[in-house]
């Protein structure tokens, strides 16, 4: 499935909140890819970005194009190893802001609801209880207004669009979501409501914990 209309933010270009020798972390903006995709047109991303500056920069994890945050690439492979294995093993941390459609009454709770590629659709996903992999999602309310409600995000694992999906299977859909979300949701932001605020991980040579936030953009 072709990205619609691809036209990634040009300013800030490449925002760095933290470098050394081994890592850099990023702030992505909503719009941007990850990784390159396939079509030449959709070349211009935020590894091909800090590789323009740190020629050695690897991802290590992503965030969809439309989610906005905190994103950490390894600047050489033991750290790439290392960094990696820590995402594998889920001993990372990461927090997410989003502001979805309607009143969430609860006040928090967890969806554990496994996630399967639904492939007519790609890229779409789709909640699968025979096929999916296992997601988690804890979830507590920060704020509620007229129609939508604010909301922290901590996904325990990291499927494809598992906080986007997590959050429509309560009918909640993230506003501004071209994906997954209904028209009223759609219409009520110009672009996807959900941004990486917080990440932890360890140094991969110092181990020490180092912990990172980005403020949330809307």
Same mark, same amino acid.
């Given at each position: 499935?072709?990205?619609?209309?691809?036209?990634?933010?040009? #300013?800030?270009?490449?925002?760095?909140?933290?470098?050394?020798?081994?890592?850099?972390?990023?702030? %992505? +903006?909503?719009?941007?890819?990850?990784?390159?995709?396939?079509? %030449?047109?959709?070349?211009?991303?935020?590894?091909?970005?800090?590789?323009?500056?740190?020629?050695?920069?690897?991802?290590?994890?992503?965030?969809?194009?439309? *989610?906005?945050?905190?994103?950490?690439?390894?600047?050489?492979? +033991?750290? &790439?190893? &290392?960094?990696?294995?820590?995402?594998?093993?889920?001993? #990372?941390?990461?927090?997410?802001?989003?502001?979805?459609?309607?009143?969430?009454?609860?006040?928090?709770?967890?969806?554990?609801?496994?996630?399967?590629? $639904?492939?007519?659709? !790609?890229?779409?996903?789709?909640? $699968?209880?025979?096929?999916?992999?296992?997601?988690?999602?804890?979830? !507590?309310?920060?704020?509620? %207004?007229?129609? #939508?409600?604010?909301?922290?995000? %901590?996904?325990? *694992?990291?499927?494809?669009?598992?906080?986007?999906? &997590?959050?429509?299977?309560?009918?909640?859909?993230?506003?501004? $979501?071209?994906?997954?979300?209904?028209?009223?949701?759609?219409?009520?932001?110009? !672009?996807?409501?959900? @941004?990486?605020?917080?990440?932890?991980?360890?140094?991969?040579?110092?181990?020490?914990?180092? @912990?990172?936030?980005?403020?949330?953009?809307?």
């Amino acid at each position: 499935m072709a990205i619609f209309n691809y036209s990634p933010p040009m #300013t800030p270009y490449l925002e760095i909140v933290s470098q050394d020798d081994d890592l850099l972390v990023l702030n %992505k +903006p909503s719009g941007l890819l990850s990784v390159p995709g396939k079509a %030449k047109e959709h070349a211009d991303c935020l590894q091909t970005r800090a590789q323009r500056v740190f020629p050695t920069a690897t991802v290590v994890h992503r965030l969809d194009m439309a *989610t906005s945050g905190l994103m950490v690439m390894a600047l050489n492979k +033991p750290a &790439h190893r &290392h960094i990696s294995k820590q995402f594998e093993l889920r001993e #990372t941390a990461k927090i997410y802001q989003a502001i979805v459609f309607d009143n969430v009454q609860q006040d928090s709770g967890e969806i554990n609801l496994p996630l399967i590629c $639904d492939w007519p659709n !790609r890229p779409k996903q789709m909640v $699968d209880h025979e096929r999916g992999k296992k997601a988690l999602t804890h979830w !507590r309310v920060l704020e509620r %207004k007229n129609n #939508t409600t604010r909301v922290e995000l %901590k996904p325990v *694992t990291g499927r494809s669009h598992q906080l986007r999906v &997590h959050m429509l299977s309560m009918q909640h859909p993230i506003i501004g $979501d071209r994906l997954y979300a209904h028209d009223q949701a759609l219409e009520m932001a110009s !672009r996807l409501n959900l @941004h990486a605020m917080f990440l932890s991980f360890r140094h991969p040579v110092t181990e020490q914990t180092l @912990h990172f936030e980005s403020q949330v953009p809307f």
